[in-house]
């Protein structure tokens, strides 16, 4: 739900940025869809501290270290952009886009 309305997921610390999530990543280790679910709407990355931090299992450090070193897919650069651009507004206003229905289910995060 908090994805549908514009959380934003950056995969930094605390410290590098208020909304960083990186230190919190331990807490999902049980659960892989969630963890699964970050990954996919992560915009951002601190690859330094992701490589130090001690909160990190292996699995999910390497999957961290491999998004974090790469370009995002165009499709995940588009939904970041139309959120950013639409905000919290996004989830009533996509219905409206011209996009097959498919399309706006993906940017308001009804399908990963």
């Not at 208020?18 to 969630?34: I, K």
């Not at 299992?57 to 491999?66: A, F, I, K, V």
């Not at 995002?72 to 996004?90: N, W």
């Amino acid at each position: 739900m908090l994805l549908r309305y514009g959380a934003k997921v950056v995969m930094k610390t605390q410290f590098r940025d208020p909304h960083g999530l990186l230190n919190s990543l331990q807490s999902v280790a049980q659960h892989e869809d969630v963890f699964y679910t970050l990954l996919d709407a992560a915009e951002s990355f601190d690859t330094c501290m992701i490589r130090r931090s001690q909160f990190l299992t292996e699995t999910q450090r390497g999957l961290l270290m491999q998004l974090a070193t790469s370009p995002l897919p165009l499709t995940q650069q588009v939904r970041l952009y139309l959120r950013r651009l639409l905000g919290a507004r996004l989830p009533e206003l996509a219905p409206h886009l011209p996009l097959p229905k498919l399309l706006q289910q993906y940017l308001t995060y009804g399908i990963s």
